[in-house]
């Protein structure tokens, strides 16, 4: 099987792209899928969430995108068998004006996945919050990007940008890349407000959308604080189920569920 690298993209904040990047990697892994998550953000939350101190990490991200350090050495296993990290440390702020002058800016990130390709099934890239050179990086190396949507007023403000930033990247250096979903989260079945923004979201972006919607969920926000997948925190919260299913959606939709790999 080939891998699939996935972008979790959105240049809005809190949006709920690191919570879906470390729980959909966390139940892929659990089906068996060598996952690897790159944290691509300098804030380190993936890095964090995962129970990993930023403090200690030797090396990060940012050696690799600067070629310092190889992905194989800089990569941790993580509590979860089958999932490693890629971890963030502030150093990652710096990169994104360092490779400002370098020729290839956009494919540091790309050429150092390129050798553990083969160890992966499935890379998740945990993009910042921006378009900038680090999420651009993430776009050039990726396969598939996933928008996270949150169910929230201004839900679909900067998709358009955000779509024609895709595009563009298609267009010019990475023409694999497609968007592979849409995911809804923070729905709120009380309000009127996330339904509307389901039903915007699918007059825009139609199937691309996951049938899956993640709902508000505490134990979901509480997890990171404890360095713990959702999984490993409280497997019963509809939020655990929420992101149980949406990952059997993805491999679904990826063409990834090979017989003895289902979820
Ligand atoms: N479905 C959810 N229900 C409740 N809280 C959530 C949910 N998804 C994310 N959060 C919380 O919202 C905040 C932003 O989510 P995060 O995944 O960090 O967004 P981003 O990576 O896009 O900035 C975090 O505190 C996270 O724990
Ligand atoms: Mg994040």
């Given at each position: 099987m080939q891998t699939v690298v996935l972008c979790v993209v959105n240049q809005k904040g809190g949006v709920g792209k690191t919570t879906t990047a470390v729980n959909l990697g966390a139940y892929i892994a659990r089906a068996g899928l060598k996952v690897l998550l790159v944290?691509?953000?300098?804030?380190g939350n993936a890095t964090t969430g995962l129970g990993l101190n930023r403090a200690y990490i030797r090396l990060s991200t940012y050696d690799c995108l600067i070629r310092r350090a190889a992905v194989r050495e800089a990569a941790l296993p993580t509590e979860l068998e089958g999932l490693d990290l890629l971890p963030s440390n502030?150093?990652?702020?710096g990169a994104e004006v360092e490779l400002v002058?370098?020729?290839?800016?956009?494919f540091k990130l790309r050429e150092a996945l390129a050798p553990v390709l083969p160890r992966y099934d499935l890379i998740f890239v945990d993009c910042?919050?921006?378009?900038g050179l680090l999420t651009l990086n993430g776009l050039v190396a990726a396969d598939e990007a996933v928008v996270p949507i949150q169910c929230e007023f201004y839900a679909l403000e900067g998709i358009a940008q955000l779509v024609r930033t895709i595009e563009l990247v298609q267009r010019t250096l990475n023409p694999r890349l497609r968007i592979g979903a849409v995911v809804l989260t923070?729905?709120?079945?009380?309000?009127n407000l996330s339904d509307q923004v389901v039903k915007e979201a699918r007059a825009y972006f139609g199937d691309v959308v996951a049938r899956t919607v993640v709902p508000r969920s505490v134990r979901l926000a509480e997890a990171p604080s404890h360095g713990k997948p959702v999984m490993l925190y409280d497997p019963h919260a509809k939020g655990a189920v929420a992101y149980e299913e949406l990952a059997a959606e993805l491999l679904v939709r990826l063409d990834l569920r090979t017989a003895g790999r289902a979820v």
């Open positions: 944290d691509l953000d300098p804030q502030p150093d990652l702020a002058q370098q020729e290839g800016r956009e910042p919050p921006s378009l923070m729905y709120d079945g009380r309000t």
